[in-house]
T-cell receptor, first 112, second 116 residues
Framework: LAKTTQPISMDSYEGQEVNITCSHN???????ITWYQQFPSQGPRFIIQ???TKVTNEVASLFIPADRKSSTLSLPRVSLSDTAVYYC?????????????FGQGTELSVKP | SAVISQKPSRDICQRGTSLTIQCQVD?????MFWYRQQPGQSLTLIAT?????????ESGFVIDKFPISRPNLTFSTLTVSNMSPEDSSIYLC?????????????FGPGTRLTVT
């Protein structure tokens, strides 16, 4: 499974756009990139998943360059409630037993 | 989507005893997983529990310490055996759902275990 590297922490202010970049140099052809959000005392929650180029949903956007060795989660106009830990995961759920290996995550702190 | 519940939500146990954590999914799923999370740390995968087969354990985790049952497609249990204070942690179960080419893993709220 590909190893991921992301910043340990980030600070932002309400209303700003936040971009969290994850490096995954050893990503395999079949791997997808998935981001999860975790609030204190809760289980992680799926945010977005992509394979290449750009994916957007109602919560975030995911940008993946052509070489797929990194990805950027973009959170538009963050609010205080976006303060959480964000995990970038790389894997092929259908082909590798489905298991997700979590890296260290990025602790995002949104200030008023 | 899927809703996952866990019982108990928290417990305080004495060393040397065992605790069984239950995980219920509101839909049928093939793959379920058990994770452990220390406070302030990331999640560590304990094992994969597929219905109809033995659980597959990750390095550092053994069946004698963490026996797992998967009797049907909506339920699983994890037992933490012969507990010591080092087992104090949050234990989370999760289930993998597939929507076409999209795979989403849903997590339960976790069971906070304290061993004294």
């Amino acid at each position: 499974l590909a190893k991921t590297t992301q910043p340990i922490s980030m600070d932002s202010y309400e209303g700003q756009e936040v971009n969290i970049t994850c490096s995954h140099n050893n990503i395999a052809t079949n791997d997808y990139i998935t981001w999860y959000q975790q609030f204190p005392s809760q289980g992680p929650r799926f945010i977005i998943q992509g394979y290449k180029t750009k994916v957007t949903n109602e919560v975030a956007s995911l940008f993946i360059p052509a070489d797929r060795k990194s990805s950027t989660l973009s959170l538009p106009r963050v609010s205080l409630s976006d303060t959480a830990v964000y995990y970038c995961l790389v894997g092929a759920p259908g082909n590798q037993g489905g298991k997700l290996i979590f890296g260290q995550g990025t602790e995002l702190s949104v200030k008023p | 989507s899927a809703v996952i519940s866990q019982k108990p939500s928290r417990d305080i146990c004495q060393r040397g005893t065992s605790l069984t954590i239950q995980c219920q999914v509101d839909s049928q799923v093939t793959m379920m997983f058990w994770y452990r999370q220390q406070p302030g740390q990331s999640l560590t995968l304990i094992a994969t529990a597929n219905q109809g087969s033995e659980a597959t354990y990750e390095s550092g985790f053994v069946i004698d310490k963490f026996p797992i049952s998967r009797p049907n497609l909506t339920f699983s249990t994890l037992t933490v055996s012969n507990m010591s204070p080092e087992d104090s942690s949050i234990y989370l179960c999760s289930a993998l759902l597939r929507y076409g080419t999209l795979y989403e893993q849903y997590f339960g709220p976790g069971t906070r275990l304290t061993v004294t």
